[in-house]
């Protein structure tokens, strides 16, 4: 796997993550998310992956427009209780692709940063499909990254870095996959834990 970015989205079962589907290879069972990390230090914990889902398009094809993947996490004892991911870190609502125009602001990690997270809020765009943003730097590291959307009271994940090359050949542009009902139907079947195929090898960027 990339070092990638990932974060708790909202699910019955209280368990799932989103990142990019290129950040995974497998069956995603093992993986490690880390949430809050900063400085070395774990605040919540570390939590085990074991399984990740994505859409036909990606598995079959590795479809940019399908570059997203949703992680589904083991719970942990924690005080005497069987708790979910969710319970700790609370969740984003999972929403469609953003309108061009709309302000998304975007937590990351990137490699090589001295263990701090980067962020920048930016103003949406499209190029051939792809949703994107421009805000410097987001490299190596920031695949998976949740475009975060105000939608009332709550923050939506309306796109996560990748797509159309990977996220982007350049660290000053940023792309996503145009969230959909495909989008939404991979969430819904790793929500039912329905059998995960492995992920197929990463192809090549383009870049």
Known sequence: MHTCTAS???SHARNLLITAAHCITGTGDGYVFVPGYRNGIAPLGSW???SAYATPQWMTGHDEQADIAFLVVAPQRIGGRLRQIEDITGAYTLAKAPVAGIRVTVPAYALGSDDQPVTCTARVY???GFPAFNCNPYPSGTSGAPWLARQGHTWAVV???GGLHQGGCL???SYSAAFGAGTLRAAAAAEKGRHASPFPPIGSSGC
């Open 126 to 128: 499209y190029t051939d």
């Open 48 to 50: 085990t992956v074991i």
């Open 8 to 10: 708790v989205v909202h």
């Open 171 to 173: 660290s000053w542009t």
């Open 159 to 161: 796109g996560a870095i």
